[in-house]
T-cell receptor, first 113, second 112 residues
């Protein structure tokens, strides 16, 4: 059973607008969440993370929100730029991450000019 | 600068061949991981290692083995490659805390 879910395989947003990517999880032991960005034929690159003791973390144009009671997190990109077009993976860790990250299936974000 | 290096970007192998995918990290990380990425399935963990000579099965270890003889190197082995192992393989490493994992550039393996 999938523990990290990204229910939108793709999302199309106009340049300059806000992109909102969503992620749900089922495992209440997850205590750290990360977003990765991936271009074709490249490895994922770390974007932003949030600990379960927080509900918001901001880094430039990127903000991640965590709603623990709903087991939901979202990544906001404002304003969206053409270079943001990529696949975004939500990932979760429990207990320090020594046994790896659990990833969602990814959302392909397309920024329209 | 942080570096995880996978030995090949693209590989084409024949069914039944033994395949080695090599990964080296220069960050002195204890944890290393092998994932495969397939369309519509996201990243799935094959094997991981939290110390030299230690290895643990991930979610999809069947058909794979690993080797970690040195801290900086983690090898993924396909004992007898099959066409369903055609995929993008990603190596990652991390410290034993909540830091993010750093990924290599990936190896696109095609088994014909």
């Amino acid at each position: 059973d999938q523990q990290v879910k990204q229910n939108s395989p793709s999302l199309s947003v106009q340049e300059g607008r806000i992109s909102i990517l969503n992620c749900d999880y089922t495992n209440s032991m997850f205590d750290y969440f990360l977003w990765y960005k991936k271009y074709p034929a490249e490895g994922p690159t770390f974007l932003i993370s949030i600990s379960s003791i927080k509900d918001k973390n901001e880094d430039g144009r990127f903000t991640v929100f965590l709603n623990k009671s709903a087991k939901h997190l979202s990544l906001h990109i404002v304003p969206s730029q053409p270079g943001d077009s990529a696949v975004y993976f939500c990932a979760a860790i429990s207990g320090g991450g020594a046994d790896g990250l659990t990833f969602g299936k990814g959302t392909h974000l397309i920024i329209q000019p | 600068d942080v570096k995880v290096t996978q030995s090949s970007r693209y590989l084409v192998k024949r069914t039944g061949e033994k395949v080695f995918l090599e990964c080296v990290q220069d960050m002195d990380h204890e944890n290393m991981f092998w994932y495969r990425q397939d369309p519509g399935l996201g990243l799935r963990l094959i094997y991981f290692s939290y110390d030299v000579k230690m290895k643990e099965k991930g979610d999809i270890p069947e058909g794979y083995s690993v080797s970690r003889e040195k801290k900086e190197r983690f090898s993924l082995i396909l004992e007898s490659a099959s066409t369903n192992q055609t995929s993008m393989y990603l190596c990652a490493s991390s410290l034993p805390n909540r830091d993010s994992a750093f990924f290599g550039q990936g190896t696109r393996l095609t088994v014909v």
